[in-house]
Each structure stands twice: as structure tokens, then as C-alpha cells.
């Protein structure tokens, strides 16, 4: 594991359960062997995202949650003895748990989380689109892997979010993400109504610029994804060109594309 923060402080009569209440899961995976790559894990998904990609294959964990009541819009998500259950049933059986969402980086206690669930035993994996890099910087130090959804070149974000500043936001997080040396992946979702060929090429020139080695294409799938235009688009998804294909392998060292 690469942790470097201490772990958490032990004070006396403060439980697993006073340090783990804050955070709504709205739902859990219980075994996937996709989503934290090499490892058997679990999945957490965190409620909440204020971003609105068209694409986007978790939309019924949007609504943020309701801090005042600890629950979400959505409704109350898995309750704090069941995740513990989860957790004390699956010791030694799963390598990890993978916090994903929503957007985990947006959770205040995640770090506290993370601190935890690593105590127990379990590797930590963190999908996040990147929207918090102060948050992210907080809890790399806590992660074995992260997969960042990078959107568009970061001058298109607002196209593919619908939300003003995410590129900035997102490049900021890239950055955090390669100076940490934790391991990773930069993937993008490709629908030819998003992004054209040329704006992935601009893309991966603008990875490449900033260290990226590990860099994953994957193609839109239209089942769970809230937009009913990019659903039923007619434009064939088709796949990448193989011109294009082959420059992306020239420019990542690791370079695949996802079906
Ligand atoms: S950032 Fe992720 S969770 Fe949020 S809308 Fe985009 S794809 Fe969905």
C-alpha cells in the first residue's frame, strides 16, 4: 500500500461508526474484478455530483446529499451497520474497496473513510472525475490506484460537464494525480456528438505534455446514460479510426482501447 498519512488518532470512546456517519453510500457493488484494476474489490458509490455529462452512467446518484439530514435527495442510502457488516464480512476475501460515485472527492470525511477502511486491511481504489483537487490531494496519500475521468481537452470541458470552469478544475487534479506517482489510469469516453477524433487527438497531446503514460479510450455505451439524444444518436459508433488508434499507441507507452 502506499499511505504515507498516520493512521487515525485513537481517542478514547470515539468509534469506527462517530468517524464514518458523515458520508452517504448510495450504493455498494459487492465484488468486481473491472473496477480497481489486478485486485477483487468493492465497490462504494458515493451520492452526489454537480457535474451533468451527457454520458454519464451513474445520473441517479446526482442529487447531492443532505448533509443536515445525513441523507441524500435520492433517498437514505445504505446504512452505516450494513457498509460495516459489508466490510467485517469481506475481510481477507476482497483485496479493496474502490470509492466511486457521484464524485467520492467531494465527501468533506473521505480521508476519514479511506483512514479506516485501510486499518481493516483493505487496499483503497478512487474513481473521481476531479472536480476537487484540494480534496484529492488530501486523500492520494490513501489510495493504491485512481482512475481520473478526463472529459475533453480541458478548453472543452464545459461542452461535455455543462458546467462553467471544469476544465481548469479537472487540469489541476491531472496534475496532482502524476506528481503523486500513485498509480493510474486517464480515460476518456468517446461519442463522436462529444468529441471528434481531433479533439482526442488535442487531448492526448495535452496528457503527453504533462507526463501522462497510462492513457485508456473507451467507447460509449448507451445503457443507464440519461440522454436520450446521445442514446438513440444515429451517428454509428463505429469505434476510432485505425490512423488514429495507431498515433495514440506512438503516444502513450500504455495506451488501450475499451469496447
Ligand atoms: S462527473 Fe462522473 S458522476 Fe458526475 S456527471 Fe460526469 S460522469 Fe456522471
Redesign the pocket.
Known sequence: MSGNISPSPKKPGVTAQDNLKDICVAGITPFTTIDFPGRLAGVFYLQG?P???RY?Y??E??PLPDRQAGLSSAGPGVPLDKILEFLKARKGHLDGIVFS???PTLHEHLAVWMKTIREMGFEIGLHT?GMAPERLREVLPLCDWVGM?IKAPFRLYESV?GVKGSGSLARQSAEIVLQSRIPYEFRTTFHPALLSERDILELARELVSMGCTHYTLQMFRPDHCPDKELRESDVAITGISASLRQTLQSLFPDFSVRE
Open positions: 455530483c457535474w451533468r455529462c454519464c451513474n445520473a446518484f446526482w460515485g457521484g464524485e472525475g475521468d460537464t
